[in-house]
């Protein structure tokens, strides 16, 4: 290969490399009854694998859980909150079966809230009508 050759693959190949989207952002939730608020005893524990797209603003989630005292009546993204205090409901989670892919895109507040740690996971029950098992959104 000559000089001139080499130069523009070398050139196409850095062009590639610098034009690639961007890689979205991974997160997860570990859900359990004590960080519902107020906290409960159920035996319940669940994993939402979340990933988070900047630039789209594409929120998508894999959430499975087990133990619960009965059926899911229901599975949100609840914020903006932190640890220890509750939120209204931001993006609900259908069907709230487990497993349970999905994906929602959000607003500019909402990936804000997001991104600085303000949402989490809860999944509801009869027993438990305001959340059975809850985790927060971290990176």
Request: hydrophobic share 45%; glycine share 8%; charged share 15%.
């Amino acid at each position: 290969m000559t000089a001139t050759k080499t130069a523009i693959a070398a050139l196409a190949l850095a062009t590639v490399a610098f034009s690639a989207p961007a890689f979205a952002d991974k997160m997860k939730a570990t859900l359990n009854g004590a960080s519902e608020v107020p906290a409960n005893t159920t035996a319940g524990t669940g994993t939402a694998d979340i990933d988070f797209d900047p630039a789209s603003k594409k929120l998508t989630w894999k959430l499975s859980y087990s133990g619960l005292t009965g059926a899911a009546t229901a599975a949100h993204f609840h914020g903006p909150a932190e640890p220890g205090k509750n939120a209204g409901v931001a993006v609900p989670i259908a069907p709230a079966t487990s497993p349970s892919e999905g994906s929602a895109t959000l607003t500019d507040a909402q990936a804000a809230d997001l991104v600085a740690g303000k949402y989490y996971v809860n999944v509801h029950t009869a027993a438990n009508p305001a959340g059975e098992i809850r985790g927060q959104v971290t990176k």
